[in-house]
């Protein structure tokens, strides 16, 4: 069964053009459902739940609906497994940092060329986040001040791949929930430089289920990179 992919876009141009984007880049992205609203979008999540069903594993929001933010999806969508990006004519301030806050695993900036879109989306299977050229710019002078975010909460380490974690320094504290033999499986190739997508290759499996495992190997050990979960795995005799 191929990934499942949301697209919520009111533009019906906007939202064709985002569907051929997914499907060149993704060759398994084989179901993709389209809203354009935020009810048609809540409803399609009620019917594909988290837990129980076959749930979306990519979510494209647009911000601007006719009712409503796309923002409030993504809050909605806080703990939904599904990799949230965001897709927008908006590169300004008062709107990347809101959604980036919100949940938002990358930033996409539907103006700029469909071979950019494509390669920026693929990040998504190297654990990379999607963020348009001009976006990238932005957060990187962002930082550049003083190499420190003026937005509260915002990006204090590197983000982890296809969802966020609070910061951790590396000395947290021991009694970690244990680790699954899958998951320590992913985390000693993580730790040896693999990617998702050799990750997935040499265990067999898609390359959503390596990132639900590390998701998850990053909240039982409260970190938020794969440099900071190999080295407190090291420490901790995890791998």
């Not at 990799?83 to 700029?112: I, M, N, R, W």
Request: charged share 25%; hydrophobic share 40%; glycine share 8%.
């Amino acid at each position: 069964m191929g990934v499942k992919v949301l697209i919520l876009e009111d533009n019906p141009v906007a939202r064709s053009f985002l569907c051929r984007v997914v499907r060149e880049s993704f060759s398994d992205a084989q179901h993709i459902a389209e809203a354009g609203d935020l009810e048609t979008a809540r409803r399609l999540i009620a019917e594909s739940p988290a837990e129980g069903g076959d749930p979306y594993r990519l979510a494209l929001v647009d911000l601007e609906l006719p009712d409503g933010n796309g923002m409030e999806l993504l809050t909605a969508l806080a703990r939904y497994p599904a990799t949230k990006v965001v897709t927008t004519l908006y590169s300004d301030d008062e709107h990347l940092f809101p959604a980036l806050q919100c949940g938002a695993d990358g930033y996409l900036l539907k103006e700029d060329r469909f071979e950019v879109l494509v390669e920026e989306l693929q990040k998504i299977v190297r654990g990379q986040p999607p963020l348009s050229p001009a976006i990238a710019r932005r957060l990187l002078g962002h930082f550049r001040g003083d190499g420190r975010s003026t937005e509260p909460g915002f990006l204090q380490t590197t983000p982890a791949p296809f969802g966020h974690s609070k910061p951790a320094a590396l000395d947290a504290p021991a009694e970690t929930e244990r680790l699954t033999p899958r998951e320590t499986e992913v985390l000693t190739y993580l730790s040896k430089g693999f990617t998702i997508k050799e990750i997935a290759s040499l265990m067999g499996i898609k390359w959503f289920t390596v990132n639900d495992h590390i998701k998850s190997i990053y909240k039982k050990l409260n970190v938020s990179s794969r440099a900071e979960a190999a080295v407190l795995a090291s420490k901790q005799g995890l791998v």
